[in-house]
Structure formats: C-alpha cells, structure tokens
Nanobody, 120 residues
Framework: QVHLVESGGGLVQTGGSLRLSCAAS????????MRWHRQAPGKQRELVAA???????NYVDSVKGRFTISRDNARNTVDLQMNSLKPEDTAFYYC?????WGGGLDIDYWGRGTQVTVSS
C-alpha cells in the first residue's frame, strides 16, 4: 500500500513563500507523474503543477513564474516551492502521484492535503 503525506502548509502574508513537500511510504515500482492540485472553498479542484518521469514540468497559468515543482527520486518526494503568494492561492493543496505497476496498470494515489492560507 502506498501512502502520500503532504507537509509545509500554513499561513503566510501576501508576497510570502511556502514550500510544500509530499513524501511516499510503501513500495513503489514506477513513478509516471507527480502532481499538485488545489481546491479553494466553493471551487473545483484544479491541477497546479506536474512533473513527469522525464523531468518535464507544467503549470497552471496563474502560478507560472511563481511556483516551482521539483522531485527527489532518491527520497521519493516531490516539492512545490511557492513564491510571491497571493490571497487567491489560498486553498487546500493535495499531492497526487500516478504510479505504474507493470502490464499497463497505472494507479493514482492521493494525499490528504495541507492547507495554505495567504492573508492580504
């Protein structure tokens, strides 16, 4: 069984920075992609950033130039560095990994999330 645990959320003022981290426990065969999503109250969950097995990254337009996703393959972690935070970044942030188990079996795993609150 694979478990993902996020850390690093909290309260920060506008313009501040936070670094989220997501660590996995359990046996992992292949990591296809690691992603960060967020969901603000009353809004749908959105994909914020993703990094694939070859290191390619993509971001939602609203965070480009401010957020950076990175991975540490040795430690099986993925981080999200968030700079120049805005009140509209306030949300519950979730990490999500797509893992491959061979034979075309790919499964999404989710963490329980961490709250990020940006005060104006």
């Amino acid at each position: 069984q694979v478990h993902l645990v996020e850390s690093g959320g909290g309260l920060v003022q506008t313009g501040g920075s936070l670094r989220l981290s997501c660590a996995a426990s359990g046996s992992i065969f292949t990591i296809n992609a690691m992603r960060w999503h967020r969901q603000a109250p009353g809004k749908q969950r959105e994909l914020v950033a993703a990094i694939t097995s070859d290191g390619s990254t993509n971001y939602v337009d609203s965070v480009k130039g401010r957020f950076t996703i990175s991975r540490d393959n040795a430690r099986n972690t993925v981080d999200l560095q968030m700079n120049s935070l805005k009140p509209e970044d306030t949300a519950f942030y979730y990490c999500n990994w797509n893992l491959g188990w061979g034979g075309g079996l790919d499964i999404d795993y989710w963490g329980r999330g961490t709250q990020v609150t940006v005060s104006s």
